[in-house]
C-alpha cells in the first residue's frame, strides 16, 4: 500500500514521420511542463482505478487529493496521509495507527515526489503523438509514451493533456502483464493560499500513534 501511495499509455510509417511525429510530441510535452513549473502550488482532486484482466481480485477504485508546492506536498490517498517537508517523508496509517518518519532519498520509490510525477516523461521515454478526443466539452490531446528500458514492466503510457489549458488531465498506464491503471484529475487548482505549515507534520494531532523511525 506505501508503495502505491509513493506512487499518488500508431504504428508508425516510415522513419521520417516517426522523427517528426516524436519531436511534435516532444514540444507539446515541453509546454505542459513549463506550464506546470510557472505555479507556485497546486491542489489536485483525483480519482485511480486498477485493472487486471488476469485477476479480477485486484481490481479497485479509489479517490484522492494532493497539494503540491514545489517540491513540498500534502497528500491524502486510500486512508492514508504522506507528508513531505523539505526534509523528511512522513507516512501517517490511521488503520494502523502509525506514523512512519523518513529521510528523503531521491534514489528510492519513496523519494519519488508528486511534483516530479506530473513531470515524469521528461526522461525514459520515446514520445509519439496520438488522438485528440473531445470529452465533455474538453479536447484532451493523448501523447502516447514508450519506455526507451526494454526490461520495464511498463508497456505504455498514454498521457491525456487538457489542449487549452496545456494541465494533465489523465495518466493511462498499460503494463506488460495486462494490467492498466488511470488517474484522472477531477480538480485542478492553482496558485491557492497554502501556507508552508500546511506541509509540516504535528505529532501532537496524532497522540497514542506509535512513531517509526526509520533513518
Not at 36 to 44: D, G, P
Not at 79 to 99: A, L, N, W
Not at 136 to 159: A, C, D, H, M
Request: aromatic fraction near 14%; glycine fraction near 4%; charged fraction near 25%.
Amino acid at each position: 500500500m506505501k508503495k502505491l501511495i509513493a506512487f499518488i499509455c500508431v504504428s508508425l510509417i516510415t522513419f521520417s514521420a516517426s522523427a517528426q511525429t516524436s519531436q511534435r510530441a516532444k514540444n507539446y510535452l515541453q509546454e505542459v511542463t513549463k506550464k506546470f513549473n510557472s505555479y507556485k502550488n497546486v491542489v489536485i482532486d483525483f480519482s485511480f482505478t486498477s485493472r487486471n484482466d488476469k485477476n479480477a481480485s485486484k481490481n479497485y477504485d479509489s479517490n484522492g487529493h494532493i497539494d503540491i508546492q514545489k517540491d513540498l506536498y500534502y497528500l491524502d490517498f486510500m486512508g492514508m496521509k504522506k507528508f513531505y517537508d523539505g526534509k523528511k517523508i512522513y507516512t501517517v496509517s490511521p488503520e494502523d495507527e502509525e506514523v512512519t518518519i523518513s529521510n528523503y532519498d531521491p534514489e528510492s520509490t519513496e523519494g519519488i515526489l508528486p511534483s516530479h510525477m506530473l513531470t515524469f516523461f521528461n526522461t525514459g521515454y520515446n514520445f509519439q503523438w496520438d488522438i485528440l478526443q473531445n470529452l465533455k466539452g474538453r479536447k484532451i490531446q493523448y501523447i502516447k509514451l514508450i519506455p526507451t528500458n526494454k526490461n520495464s514492466v511498463i508497456k505504455e503510457v498514454l498521457l491525456g493533456i487538457d489542449d487549452e489549458t496545456k494541465n494533465v488531465y489523465n495518466k493511462i498506464q498499460v503494463n506488460k502483464d495486462g494490467s492498466k491503471t488511470t488517474i484522472t484529475v477531477n480538480s485542478f487548482k492553482t496558485n491557492q493560499p497554502i501556507s508552508k505549515n500546511h506541509f509540516t507534520f504535528t505529532q501532537s494531532m496524532y497522540p497514542n500513534y506509535y512513531i517509526n523511525k526509520i533513518d
